[in-house]
């Protein structure tokens, strides 16, 4: 395989300084793998480098938090594609590599160690950094993030001597480490959730709720309106004292708090953006032939109303990698895609579609205590999102509520015994 990682540099990437890439893809996640992929079954025949500041090949994140955690799956099983794969496609792996400064003029780039490299165009999938704590004790020992596969690793190797887990952060990536370590792994697991509800960035109150009760079911403590002072400990974590004096046992501390958008090269060299850099319908950003995709691209999106937003997905980064890869081929086509997300929590799966960014009204379909039932987001009256808890038809036939913008009788949309696809065939 062409790879350089380290100081190890193959005969194909030798000198270097003096290298030119027709495409530099910098990052190696979904998105940096799939913008590669696309070029090349779109025949494009010229170089492609992709740089990436972790030792590995493209790997699948969202496992991380889940079956790679339990040990369920290898990393082998969590490899995008095989290591054969990127050398039978000419795809060269810059790896362990950090990108710190960006010339848009001269279409190059400066590296951690001072070397340049030289590019026809650039497509930037650095995703993020997971955001710290800011509090005394953030950086001891046993405080983690889960973002790359050595996160994940570090927090595999501590479990033996870890009884008392605290998260901090009750998004999807908390819930799911949870989860995995309340049910999978039998620890003691206590979640705090600065907000008044889990999930109340990204869902409604009824799915909120819903998650609530069923992690305190299966053993989790979950607090809310819950304010962190600060992490006790020396070289290690041994506990979480509250704002109100109360200190919570840890021998672990799992912070899943955000991220924020690797694309600090990019702002200095002038590109227009803040939290994330500002990308247009083909992912371009406003320098010269340089693209952003993924986390770190800040587009308007159709289904939030035209809004500047980054949508931290897999399916986000897979398409605006495919729309990037077509303008480089000389195929203008837009970005339009459908949002869409998941979430596997125990024997729970939260299927997505849309954004319910704004919504002014939300209907319960179905029963939770079935623990098969959907969230369905209107915004004027209109469908603008579903949330779907084990109820994968009505994720799949509510995805042309979505996009038709119908604005169904609320009734009809309630009533479990009438089918979505009908619904959206006939709206009124």
Known sequence: MTVVSGDVVSSHAAGMAAVQYDV?????????AQAA????????????????????????????SKEYLSGE????????????????????????????????DAHRVELTDGSTM????????????????????????????VRTRSDADRIFRELDAT???VVIGGGYIGLEAAAVLAKKLDKQVIVLEALDRVLARVAGEPLSRFYEAEHRAHGVEVRVNARVDHILG????????????????????IVGIGITPAVAPLLEAGAAGGDGVEVDAYCRTSLPDIYAIGDCALHANAFADHALIRLESVQNANDQANVSAKHILGIGEPYRAVPWFWSNQYDLRLQTVGLSIGFDDAI?????????????????????????VNATKDY??????VTGRHAPDKTRLADINIPLKTIALDPA
């Open 24 to 32: 530099l893809i910098v990052g190696a996640g979904h998105g940096g």
């Open 37 to 64: 992929i696309a070029l090349r079954q779109g025949k494009f025949a010229g170089t492609i480098a992709m740089l990436s500041d972790e030792p590995e090949l493209p790997y699948e994140r969202p496992p991380l």
């Open 73 to 104: 799956k290898s990393f082998a099983r969590i490899l995008i594609r095989q290591p054969d794969f990127w050398d039978e496609r000419h795809v060269v792996m810059l790896l362990g590599k950090r990108v710190v400064r960006v010339d848009a």
């Open 118 to 145: 030289s590019y026809g165009r650039l497509i930037w999938a650095t995703g993020g950094t997971p955001r710290q704590l800011t509090c005394a004790g953030h950086d001891l020992g046993g405080v983690h993030s």
């Open 163 to 165: 009884r008392n887990v």
């Open 234 to 253: 020396e070289n290690r974590v041994t506990g979480v004292r509250m704002v109100d004096g109360e200190i919570l046992p840890a021998d672990m501390v």
């Open 364 to 388: 319960l379909r179905g029963d939770p205590a079935a623990r098969s039932f959907s969230v369905l987001y209107l915004k004027g009256g209109h469908v603008i999102a579903l949330d779907c």
């Open 396 to 401: 799949v036939q509510g995805k042309a509520l």
